[in-house]
């Protein structure tokens, strides 16, 4: 009896009878059922909260680990204006490198050869060739190699032939102030060099960032000693000492970015562990449940691990995720329990390509696993199951200037089908081959200003995605949350298969350390494709003004969500959205 009442909310929802009925439909966009509609919003909110918690505790990790070192250009001599061709001058045919030992980096031969390309068809007079000196010193300043120099000895060079004396700075030895205790990892996994190896200030500032990233290290330093021998450095790391206890950091907190139907108030924390392994690395620990666990009608329950280590120019991740929700569904004879769970598992490697005193870029690649579920009462519903492996490229672009940060990063996100047990189905498209692609950009623009004595901040973040049709629901670009478009509550949204965001962010700031904040957000997204030729929205607008802070290991941020253009069929579409989040780090 339960069965056939189970199947017939099943028929009544659409939900068998799609691939007998619906699929072989024409239409470019079937109405999709309000029960799986539901779901997928579920699952959209609980991924963009995973998303948003891991995003900020990077994040936090980026703020904390950047190393600002002078900037090249500022350290190096400054440039002369052109000089002029006057007095006696030397067609130089000849160089010779003096050296005393290793090898010439390359950005002195680049230099040189690019300063013999400008001056090819002339000879050098001398305060040319003063000022090529100054170029080469400046070339090896420019691209880190700090204590390297190269001098231009008396000699005559009337015969065409230059001398140049290379005297490279080289490591000599890395170590550690064993004044201050021993440190938590392994020093070898953090510096991208290795002793006898020439210095380059680079590599040093992503080793202090490789140490930098766990929370119990925010203090470190790095200090150049000189060596034993004439030319070497010692590379000491004055390190802060842990016991175990000490590299264990907690967050509990509070908020209500949940969704109505399984329960908006939700309780969290996160645990992290440095250097576990004595790798210099990090285990991270979150959870996630709506607060009044004991409701049977619904409930919301996210739980993730993440375990990274940076080496060198590298980092290596492996992560897992896991979310279940339960709400109710009205049935003919009684409600029935409407539950889906998830699960991501992925590995990750990311490598520096080039970093600078203002700049880095990175490449990644990340390859996955997900499986999702859903059930009305233990019955399964097939059509939206899906297990299948993933990858996700991506490249990332960091530029500094002052105080000033810009990103840009581009992914491309596609699915494995050969190497998946179920890749899911697309609503109307009866013959889709089981692949999806899906193409994202993002780009954000910190910026902080003055008026006056005042202090203020900029925040600008673009997101874009456009993905290969067909594509299945569980990719789509959504708006409508407060960490997409903010002015609505958290039980609407819109999503296509394309999409762009763009939020702005005004805060001005004050009180000790300017950890307070007041701001004013304006967001506007839009959505198309074939998934919302049926909708009647495919843009929002959206503001908020709020006050965010930390105080003593609080954090809270509190703001008021107003829409500025929402759907005309919404009934609370003028409604104001609060949205309220507090935290304690331990």
């Known amino acids: 009896m339960r069965k056939n009442q189970i199947t017939r909310c099943l028929l009544s929802a659409g939900i068998l009878t799609m691939p007998a009925f619906a699929w072989a439909q024409t239409s470019a966009s079937p109405t999709i059922p309000p029960v799986i509609q539901n779901a997928q919003s579920i699952e959209q909110r609980q991924r963009e909260q995973t998303e948003q918690l891991r995003l900020q505790q990077q994040q936090e990790q980026e703020q904390r680990s950047r190393v600002q070192t002078p900037n090249a250009q500022a350290t190096a001599t400054t440039p002369d204006k052109p000089v002029a061709n006057e007095g006696p001058c030397f067609a130089l045919k000849h160089i010779i490198w003096q050296q005393t030992q290793g090898l010439i980096p390359p950005p002195l031969y680049l230099k040189y050869k690019a300063y013999r390309g400008i001056h090819a068809h002339e000879c050098l007079n001398q305060a040319q060739i003063i000022q090529l000196q100054k170029d080469l010193s400046n070339a ?62 680079r590599q040093a500032d992503q080793a202090l960032e490789n140490l930098k990233r766990l929370s119990s290290q925010g203090n470190a330093t790095i200090e150049l000693q000189p060596g034993e021998a004439t030319g070497t450095s010692n590379i000491v790391y004055k390190l802060e000492p842990k016991t175990f206890l000490q590299r264990i950091n907690g967050t509990i907190g509070f908020d209500n970015a949940g969704s109505k139907t399984s329960g908006q108030y939700q309780a969290n924390g996160s645990l992290s562990i440095d250097s576990p392994l004595h790798l210099n690395d990090q285990l991270t620990l979150n959870y996630n449940h709506n607060a009044d666990a004991s409701n049977s009608d619904h409930n919301t329950e996210t739980y993730g691990a993440y375990w990274g280590i940076a080496t060198g120019y590298g980092t290596f991740d492996l992560g897992y995720n896991k979310s279940s929700y339960l709400q109710t569904v009205a049935g003919y004879q009684s409600n029935l329990a409407y539950t889906g769970n998830s699960q991501d598992f992925y590995a990750s490697a990311g490598f520096m390509l080039h970093r600078s005193s203002n700049s880095k ?75 999806w692609r899906v193409y994202t950009l993002n780009a954000s623009a910190t910026i902080p200003f003055k008026l006056g004595t005042a202090t203020f901040r900029y925040n600008g973040t673009l997101k874009a995605q456009r993905a290969k049709r067909p594509t299945p629901g569980s990719e789509l670009f959504s708006l409508g949350s407060r960490y997409t478009v903010r002015g609505f509550d958290e039980s609407f949204s819109i999503s296509g298969e394309d999409g762009v965001l763009i939020r702005n962010e005004w805060a001005y700031l004050y009180g000790p350390d300017k950890r307070q904040q007041v701001y004013l957000g304006i967001d506007w997204g839009k959505v198309k494709g074939p998934a919302t030729e049926d909708s009647l929205a495919t843009s929002l607008m959206g503001s908020a003004l709020g006050v965010r802070g930390y105080y003593k290991g609080l954090n809270y941020d509190l703001a008021l969500g107003l829409p500025i253009k929402s759907p005309k069929y919404i009934s609370h579409r003028h409604d104001p959205s609060f949205y309220g989040s507090i935290s304690y780090q331990f």
């Not at 015969?159 to 004044?179: C, E, F, M, N, R």
């Not at 938590?184 to 006898?196: A, K």
């Open 140 to 201: 090896l300043i420019e691209h880190g190699h700090i204590t390297s120099k190269i001098n231009f000895p008396a000699q005559n060079i009337a015969s065409g032939q230059l001398t140049i004396d290379w005297y490279p700075g080289t490591v000599a030895k890395i170590t550690h102030d064993t004044k201050t205790g021993q440190p938590i990892g392994s020093l070898d996994v953090l510096f991208p060099n290795r002793e006898g190896q020439l210095y380059n200030q």
């Open 361 to 435: 870029t990175q490449a990644a690649i990340k390859l996955g696993r997900k499986i999702s579920h859903n059930l009305i009462d233990d019955t399964e519903i097939p059509i939206q199951m899906r297990d299948y492996v993933y990858t996700d490229m991506g490249l990332n672009h960091t530029q500094y200037h002052k105080d000033q940060q810009y990103t840009i990063g581009f992914n491309v996100r596609q699915n494995l089908p050969s190497l998946s047990k179920s890749v899911g189905y697309v609503y109307g498209e009866p013959d889709w081959n089981g692949k």
